[in-house]
């Protein structure tokens, strides 16, 4: 259990891992690829606004001092203009080659190579101003030309920002962030790798007490662990299944034990009687065979009373079918005469349909009545009702049978129900000990239930409850 358990937490651990790393690369992305671009925004917004102070100064001169020569326009320009630290300027006059002007900030740049000359003398245009990316083999320039007119003619000035610097900066700032990222993964990894751990040690020690319980020893439980978690539930679910568990292990134990008994009894009087059989006896030959005829009809019934007890999880148990409730209260005074000589009594009955399986209640009220017949005296009333309990969706039908018999105790009521079960004062009379146990039964099939009303010496009355809710009225009749 120990390997599963580190297994899913691995599992865990790599599944928040990835899901966080690929957060962090996707931030990470995004804030690179935004303050790049800010980074140029920036860089143009810089290069422009020297323009146009350049222009400002220009315009200013038309209406004050107008400047007739535009190389002394450039160079006041030039020194009364503050670049920025990764900014230079040249100017040039006329169309010569070579930069009449240069100034620069602290970390000057030089915009005098040859491929920045080039860029300015191809791409300046008369009262235009162009931007420009220039990549040098030691430099990765943003450029802005724009030309002046004068009297004299025509001076260009190019403004320059050493934009490979400030990219470097946000690459610089983009591994610091991976490194970061990465710290914060290893952290969170092993910080989450604890905790879930931690989470499911209870659930650890709950599988390997689970793994020690067998069929030998269900009377054992798992620790609830204090705390209200899911794994307590767990816990406490897992205790009430074992509890079910050793209630039916117990059942079937007693079950078969109880089974084994009841079929010995017939084995040992047939064993006995063949054993002191005289062959040349007839009348010996004769009381032997029908004894072992009862013997066998007993073990058949026992039998068949437990292969119907097997059916009875099965979904066709019982059929359900619509029949008038007087009818099958008719249906069983008209049956049960056969069962005894008794006074059989119809207490009343009702009328209505209802959805029940014929054969199956008829067989469970049949089993009433016979054992009514056992447990009372020959000639004595045997009762017979059927009347509705309760209305609507919890109405029911309910079956009754009373009798004067020998009644039953009632610490001994709930024992009869039981399979093999019977109260002290009937164990001397014939049967299996499981028609009540198939009347239970079949009442639970319908959704009901068997009730029993007795008293010593007074009687007992049986109630088979099925569930017979009263069907819905139409919407005409509405």
């Not at 001169?61 to 007739?68: E, G, H, I, N």
């Not at 630290?85 to 005098?112: H, K, N």
């Amino acid at each position: 259990m120990v390997g599963r358990q580190h297994g899913i937490a691995g599992r865990l651990v790599a599944l928040v891992t990835a899901t966080l790393a690929l957060a962090l690369v996707l931030a990470g992305v995004i804030a690179y690829v935004v303050q790049r671009a800010e980074v140029l925004e920036q860089a143009d917004s810089e290069l422009l606004q020297e323009v146009e102070e350049l222009r400002q100064l220009s315009d200013q001169s038309a209406t004050d001092r107008p400047y007739r020569d535009v190389g002394v326009l450039l160079e006041d320009f030039l020194r009364f203009s503050v670049p920025g630290s990764d900014e230079s300027m040249i100017a040039f006059v006329g169309g010569s080659r070579v930069p009449a002007l240069v100034s620069g900030g602290e970390r000057r740049i030089d915009l005098t190579e040859p491929a920045v000359i080039d860029a300015v003398l191809t791409q300046r245009r008369p009262d235009e101003t162009v931007l420009s990316t220039v990549e040098t083999p030691t430099q990765d320039l943003r450029i802005a030309i724009t030309s002046v007119q004068g009297d004299d003619g025509q001076g260009t000035l190019v403004v320059g920002i050493d934009r490979g610097a400030r990219l470097d900066r946000v690459d610089s700032l983009l591994s610091a962030y991976g490194v970061g990222a990465l710290l914060t993964l290893l952290l969170a990894g092993a910080v989450l790798l604890v905790a879930v751990r931690r989470l499911l040690s209870p659930l650890g020690d709950l599988v390997e007490a689970a793994e020690q319980i067998d069929d030998r020893e269900l009377s054992r439980r798992v620790v609830v662990p204090e705390q209200r978690t899911e794994v307590a539930s767990l816990a406490t679910s897992l205790n009430t299944m074992l509890e079910r568990l050793e209630s039916s292990f117990v059942a079937q134990r007693r079950f078969l034990d109880d089974t084994a008994h009841e079929l010995r009894t017939p084995l040992t009087i047939m064993r006995g009687n063949l054993e002191v059989l005289d062959a040349e006896d007839v009348e010996d030959v004769e009381a032997t065979r029908h004894i072992e005829l009862v013997e066998i009809d007993r073990m058949r019934r026992i039998v068949d009373d437990l292969l119907l007890l097997a059916r009875l999880d099965r979904p066709d148990f019982v059929r359900p079918a619509p029949i008038d409730a007087r009818d099958l209260h008719a249906d069983l005074l008209a049956l049960v005469p056969a069962l005894g000589d008794h006074e059989w009594v119809d207490d009343g009955c009702v009328e209505g349909v209802v959805h029940v399986d014929r054969d199956r209640v008829v067989q469970a009220v049949q089993q009433l009545c016979a054992n009514a017949v056992k447990f009372s005296e020959p000639g004595s009333q045997v009762r017979l009702r059927t009347a509705w309990r309760g209305a609507g969706k919890d109405r029911a039908l309910v079956l009754s049978v009373s009798d004067d018999g020998v009644g039953i105790a009632p610490e001994e009521q709930e024992a009869v129900f039981e399979r093999f079960g019977r109260a002290e004062g009937q164990r001397a009379v014939e049967g299996s000990g499981l028609g009540l146990p198939i009347v239970r039964a079949i009442a639970h099939a319908h959704g009901g239930e068997i009730e029993l009303d007795s008293r010593p010496g007074e009687g007992s009355t049986f109630s088979l409850v099925v569930s017979a809710p009263e069907p819905e009225p139409s919407p005409r009749a509405r």
